[in-house]
């Protein structure tokens, strides 16, 4: 409704017609940069998102760059791409707070400067899809400013847009390396290069011999055991032993007698005060169980505020008696950063990251364990040593893969193939930003030997981000799959382990198609893989054949 100038830029006042609420913008150019801010101010009270700023019009023949898990790319022109609405606050939304458009070569990108109630949806307009940025309210208000930074960009197309974001997580203090966590924890050497085993099977230590004689000798054991079988593990080179753990679901035990079981990690005794309720006082629905007779029971959400505590009992208990080395906090980062309404522990979605990010501090350096956490987020990197999902796109893994992770597939849905390891859609965004900081992994439903058919392909995506395989198998598996299991394992560990400290520099696309794909680390390693059907031709005269690889200088 009205627009000054002021030092670099505009103030707007604006109105809101959705709300009938005031607000003011200032638009400012940021000194001799190809940059400018847009921030959002105001006492507005709202309920639902507001958008602004409007997005950015898209060209055919161009590419949306979006972080969501490792990375994605969609043509803008590409008629049957699914729209998604993505949250910045949770490792199932973007796991970094940016986005952009690319020709290949020149693009734009945005930053949001302030991601805790922010949003993107990926929409199409003309035909063409775009990304818009959209502001939640905090407990019903604006809050506080909200700021997103838009960036432009002659060169260098996404990997270009990466660093630009490396440049902002660090100075944001989002970035620490595995470096430096190895000093602080030499356990951490462990995790470089090993394979993360997801099994159950009582004698593990006579399975983890078998498999090291195999070949497959550094193993992130996941699938716990008792003090002796931990003990047995931590005497064997090469192995970190590690367990699963939550602090989020927790069952009103009225249910119990309707269940088939009760979840041994559900933090029964935080029922019903320490769960979130939402704005109506009524208590958060979380994970869902199928009760004996068919009926569905969720789970309650433990406020972020309430979890410290039983998470310091349980772990200082838990350790007392078996000497893990790692340990796994299932859903922290996947799960939203939440409100809370709740007379006695009211919180911001800001308190909830905050209280999340204290939670697995407490693990990672006041347990001293190497901790991994589920799908992913960049707010936790200084905290955290691995991502369990973080290569694992969560829109397109198979159906009911977080409930059903045992089960093999021998058919591949679709959206698994074009997506999921489609090698033209995705992207190593993560590791242009954080591969020397976290390692990244598959999602425990969506592991390497999940889709026999893709599992060579698989491999291929490890090898060529340098990140190590996860395999979920028992007994009988391993026995039946033993070579194919090696065979994974010296194809993707051995550069996963020598490049784990060392910054991605680049990621090329070497032919039209995008089947021939190329990443290359500070440490002077290349690696060069062929996701395509036909043997492709290197400039040095190399033939490399389909589904095939070639590392250099390791």
Known sequence: TRAEPVAGGLRLALHHIESGQTLAATVRLEGDLPELTVALSGAATFSSPIRFPHPFVTEPGTHLVVPLNEGISYPVDESDIPTLRLVAYGGHGICMAFWGVTDGTRGQMAILETPDDATIDIARSAGLLHVAPG??????RLGYDRRIRYVFLDHGGHVAIAKRYRAHAIRNGLFKTLAQKREENPNTDLLLGAANVWSWEKDAPELVKEMQS????????SGGGSPETIRALNAMPGVLTSRYDIYQDVMDPANFPSLGGVHGDWVTEAWPQDIIRTTSGDWLRGWAVRGTKGDWYSCGVICDRQA?????????????ARPFRARFIDTTTAAPWHECYHPDHPMTRSQSREWKMKLLELVSSGHHLVTGCETGHDAAVPYLHYFEGMLSLGPFRVPDSGRDTARIWTEVPERVARFQLGHRYRLPLWELVFHECVVAQWYWGDYNNKLPALWEKRDLFNVLYATPPMFMFNRELWQQERERFVRSYRTTCPVARAVACAEMTDHRFLDATRDVQQTVFANGVTVTVNFGGQPHRLPDGTALAPLGVIVSGM
């Open 308 to 320: 410290l505590p039983y998470a310091r009992h349980r772990i200082a208990a838990d350790l007392a």
């Open 135 to 140: 502001w939640d309210p905090q407990h019903g």
């Open 214 to 221: 195999a070949g497959i000798g550094r193993i992130l054991w």
